[in-house]
């Protein structure tokens, strides 16, 4: 597998005019994306001669080893804002890269070992990018699932109790609470996740 240097600048282009990218996740991101659902992915720091454009197809890696993640559609840059949010005249943060996910694979990754990436963001030619996005094979059927999170909370009254639970909510978040989660009419095969991955609750296992 191999990327196409040749249309480095604009980006290799398909059939319908849309160039075709990969785009490298940034150090630590790629746990980020596992344990909180995002839309977008936005990218900043990039080199401004070697941007895909907006429409463009991305397919977004994470390194070492390579592995896709997931795909989406470049949905232009995000608005230069203050790189101080408390001074509206502080200096503007440069523009970020902003690709919508249209497909995702972060919890079972992609292995992409043959492709040479160039950096950050690497051109690839159309074949290569559907031969990369079709080993994700078909997208996996929707289904309805039951997610909670039970907290024993010591409190005066019902409404401090809550308030002190989307405080250690926010505090402690994904990477330290355990949420458990079902199929929907099927409790008994309730799991527990912690970091963005299933996680036995039950002490007498580890034993």
């Not at 075709?20 to 996740?25: D, F, P």
């Not at 720091?45 to 997931?70: F, K, N, W, Y």
């Not at 051109?123 to 699932?145: K, Y």
């Not at 401090?160 to 949420?179: I, K, M, N, S, T």
Request: charged content about 25%.
């Amino acid at each position: 597998m191999t990327t196409d240097t040749a249309h480095r600048v604009n980006g290799a282009s398909q059939a319908d005019g849309t160039g075709t990218w990969a785009v490298l996740l940034p150090a630590g991101r790629y746990d980020a994306e596992r344990l909180v659902h995002h839309d977008t992915l936005e990218l900043t720091g990039l080199d401004e001669s070697i941007l895909p454009r907006l429409g463009d197809q991305v397919a977004v890696l994470t390194d070492e080893p390579p592995r896709l993640v997931a795909v989406g559609r470049v949905a232009g840059p995000a608005a230069r804002r203050p790189e101080d949010p408390d001074d509206p005249q502080s200096d503007r943060a440069p523009d970020a890269l902003v690709v919508a996910y249209t497909r995702r694979a972060f919890d079972e990754p992609v292995p992409a070992d043959e492709l040479i990436l160039g950096g950050p963001v690497t051109a690839l030619d159309a074949a290569t990018f559907r031969e990369l996005v079709d080993r994700l094979g078909p997208a996996p059927q929707r289904r309805t699932w039951l997610v909670s999170l039970d907290l024993p909370i010591e409190a005066d009254s019902p409404a401090e109790a809550v308030r002190l639970f989307w405080a250690y909510v926010q505090e402690l978040g994904p990477r330290e609470l355990p949420a458990f989660v079902s199929p929907s009419g099927d409790e008994l095969a309730m799991q527990a996740f912690v970091l963005g991955a299933e996680a036995n609750q039950d002490p007498e296992e580890d034993d």
